[in-house]
């Protein structure tokens, strides 16, 4: 067997599954319907979609669960619709409603007005109904459960609020905005369409939210579980997983032996967390260098996995 071959024992399988969510079922259902298509338990993913959502989700399969929380992913971008004139118990469509009022006459000056506000560093309270959790308690789970409490605001980044278009929903009073958002990880839409409704006076929800791209993961790299079932698979592999998601550094065969043991190897001044890549193009190790050393936080390819 080539040296490839048994670098490449024990991680059969193994990389980042891509998944353009539908919209109506959980992040939690991909996953269990991730596990029965690909034949095994080892699927974990990177952050969750809410089930009116739709778009990329990240999951980790095989020995590329481990992966998972090394991923930066600290940007977003979404598509989303906004309704004007009407606030809901969730800050989207699958609340009660709340309060209506006309928008009609709000002026596109006006909404632009507020959105660039809404735009850059702001303060943000999480949707009550947000996985946030609150005294050790998420809360939307407060909230079933009928208690009262309160979230405090938090510093995210929104580097873009586009609108898109506008649209005057005929009978309704309603006014619908089709934007595109940028964000740091932890910015919730529904609350920007919360706090776009609020500061015109009118109320707003989500009624539409598509996440076209997570961290350098986009909806080019995505599947539906529908042309999964056609063909199982990775996205990527874990190689092309680990040349994607992170920075990287050529190792000669040497280096790759002491990595693949879990020894360290010199620094080379590169920041974060970065992929070891040997000769024959296999990331050995993920390392993050700390003073004189370039440490594994992850060892890809362990000597121990080789001949299994």
């Known amino acids: ?36 298509l690909l ?17 990329v989700l990240v999951l980790g399969i095989e020995r590329a669960t481990k992966m998972l929380g090394l991923l930066a992913l600290t940007t977003k971008a979404y598509t989303a619709t906004i309704r004007l004139g009407r606030t809901t118990s969730t800050d989207d469509a699958e609340g009660e409603t709340v309060a209506d009022a006309s928008a009609t006459a709000l002026e596109d000056a ?24 609150v005294d050790g308690q998420r809360a939307h789970k407060l909230v079933r459960a009928g208690e009262e409490f309160t979230i405090p605001a938090r510093r995210v980044s929104v580097t873009r609020f586009d609108v898109l278009a506008r649209r005057d929903v005929p009978g309704t009073g309603f006014v619908d905005l089709d934007v595109e ?12 369409a919360r706090d776009l409704g609020a500061a015109l006076e009118v109320g707003g929800h ?61 620094p080379i001044g590169l920041a974060g967390v970065y992929a070891a890549i040997d000769p024959t193009g296999h990331t050995i190790a993920l390392l993050q260098e700390k003073g004189k050393r370039a440490s594994s936080v992850m060892v890809v390819r362990p000597a121990t996995l080789r001949g299994l």
């Open 1 to 36: 067997m080539s040296a490839r071959g048994k670098l490449s024992s024990g991680l059969v399988g193994a990389g980042l599954l891509i998944v353009d969510k539908g919209p109506g079922v959980t992040s939690h259902d991909v996953v269990a319907s991730c596990r029965k």
């Open 39 to 55: 034949g095994t338990r080892k699927v974990g993913h990177a952050g969750t979609l809410d089930p009116m959502a739709t778009g």
């Open 110 to 133: 006006d909404i632009a007005r507020q959105v660039a506000l809404l735009t850059g560093d702001i303060e943000q309270v999480p949707s009550s109904v947000s996985a946030i959790k």
């Open 181 to 192: 958002v940028e964000c740091s990880s932890g910015t919730y839409v529904r609350a920007l």
């Open 206 to 266: 989500l009624t539409v939210l598509r996440r076209t791209r997570v961290g350098p993961f986009t909806l080019e790299h995505a599947r539906t579980l529908e042309q999964l079932a056609d063909a199982p698979g990775v996205s990527l592999d874990i190689d092309e997983a680990a040349r994607t998601a992170f920075p990287h550094r050529q190792v000669d065969a040497e280096e790759a032996e002491a990595i693949s043991q879990g020894r360290w190897l010199d």
